[in-house]
């Protein structure tokens, strides 16, 4: 069946550093990959998303790119700020039409 | 442009009561998914409603059930809880498209949180 793997957490770095978290999958067909963000005490937003191959999401300074080959969709930001700690979730969706998620990533981000 | 919201924000319940939770879609939008998310863990898929009528389901018992309303609003029925039913239980919307495909960009609501004890 369809599953997403995150890196496990929690990571914690210091304000302006450079984030990475790991995404991979295993999917039947060609799914569709979001990131969703999950602040504390709230519902998840959506993050970005890549509907093909080598597609590359991009919002708030967040990035991550659809690579095939690798069954990847890692999650990057150049210089992270406080207010980006949250519990990041990647997810799938085939045409099963429901998503798939990973188990989070527990982002804090100290001043 | 009204987001989703979903009713009550809190919930505690007994073992072997019965719990309504309730949702209104995104404005525009006809399809809504039901996720269950445990403390710690991602979002688990349990049904989806479309015209009134439960077009997927994840893996879940009976006791989980819901409707659909002519307005596209949507209600999660658990009987029997158990505690293992304590969760945040999240509402999802999007557009089912000409050809009966639902959009893939789903639009969650700030969940539900259900306390069984």
């Known amino acids: 069946g369809n599953s997403v793997t995150q890196m496990e957490g929690p990571v914690t770095l210091s304000e302006e550093a450079f984030l990475t978290i790991n995404c991979t999958y295993t999917?039947?067909?060609?799914?569709?990959l979001f990131w969703y963000v999950q602040y504390p005490g709230e519902g998840l937003q959506l993050l970005l998303k890549?509907?093909?191959?080598?597609d590359k999401g991009s919002n708030k300074g967040f990035e991550a790119t659809y690579r095939k080959e690798t069954t990847s969709f890692h999650l990057e930001k150049g210089s992270v700020q406080v207010s980006d700690s949250a519990v990041y979730f990647c997810?799938?969706?085939?045409?099963?039409?429901?998503?798939?998620f990973g188990q989070g990533t527990r982002l804090t981000i100290n001043p | 442009d009204a987001g989703v919201t979903q009713s009550p924000t809190h919930l505690i319940k007994t073992r072997g009561q019965q719990v309504t939770l309730r949702c209104s879609p995104k404005?525009?939008?006809?399809?809504v998914s039901w996720y269950q998310q445990a403390l710690g863990q991602g979002p688990q898929f349990i049904f989806q409603y479309y015209e009134e009528e439960e077009r997927q389901r994840g893996n879940f018992p009976d006791r989980f059930s819901g409707h659909q309303f002519p307005n596209y609003s949507s209600e999660l029925n658990v009987n029997a809880l158990l505690l293992g039913d304590s969760a945040l239980y999240l509402c999802a919307s999007t557009l089912t498209q000409m050809g009966g495909r639902a959009s893939e960009t789903q639009y969650f609501g700030p969940g539900t949180r259900l306390l069984v004890l």
């Open positions: 890549a509907t093909k191959a080598d």
């Open positions: 404005s525009g939008h006809d399809t």
């Open positions: 997810a799938l969706i085939t045409g099963a039409q429901k998503l798939v």
């Open positions: 999917a039947t067909g060609y799914p569709s």
